[in-house]
Structures are given as structure tokens and as C-alpha cells.
């Protein structure tokens, strides 16, 4: 978890902008994420596995398209991981007042 600390008497506003950042960022990140498991989804559905198990057993030979379609199914899959990752970062973020700071 990562934590932000500012002035908040001096810079109060400037800790509502970079909240209002992270949040947009966040909702971005979900469409992100909704697209990316959709086009997982159609991969699943056409040969009957979860992606996981796609990634951790399967080979090109294993899957009809060979090369072109097992890169573009991991590819998918990697990046779906990667704005999980991403999401739980800033969904985690905390915003402190930085007094907090000088007082410990």
C-alpha cells in the first residue's frame, strides 16, 4: 500500500486533485479491464479453458490458430494481469495530511 502525505494547510486543494486523479485513472483502469476480460473471454469460450490454465499448460501446438493465435491469447493475458496490478496499486493508495509525519 502506498500512501500520499501532503500539507493539507497549504496544499488542501492540490490533495483533492491528485484524488481525483488516482479515481479517474482507477475508472479507466476498470474499463481497461472489462475490455481485456471480454476479449479473454472469446479465447475461453472457443477452446474450453480458463486462461490460467491457457498459460500455465498449454503450447502453441495445443490451440488451432498455432503462433499467431497462442501469442495473442497470452499477450491478452498478460496485460489483463498488468492492470490488475495496476488497479490494486491505486485502489490501495492512502491520503495522510503530512503533519502525521512531523508529529512521529
Do not use: C, P
Not at 495445443?62 to 503462433?67: A, F, L, N, S, V
Request: proline share 0%.
Amino acid at each position: 500500500m502506498a500512501t500520499i502525505y501532503m500539507d493539507t494547510r497549504k496544499y488542501g486543494a492540490a490533495q483533492q486533485l491528485v484524488k481525483s486523479a488516482i479515481d479517474s485513472e482507477v475508472a479507466r483502469l476498470e474499463l481497461a479491464l472489462e475490455s481485456a476480460r471480454k476479449r479473454l473471454l472469446l479465447f475461453e469460450n472457443n477452446y474450453g479453458v480458463s486462461s490460467e490454465h491457457f498459460i500455465e499448460t498449454m503450447t502453441a501446438e495445443d490451440i488451432e490458430g498455432r503462433d499467431d493465435e497462442y501469442i495473442q491469447w497470452a499477450g491478452e493475458y498478460q496485460l489483463w494481469q498488468r492492470l490488475l496490478q495496476k488497479l490494486d496499486y491505486l485502489r490501495g493508495m492512502e491520503y495522510r495530511d503530512s503533519d502525521l509525519l512531523r508529529r512521529n
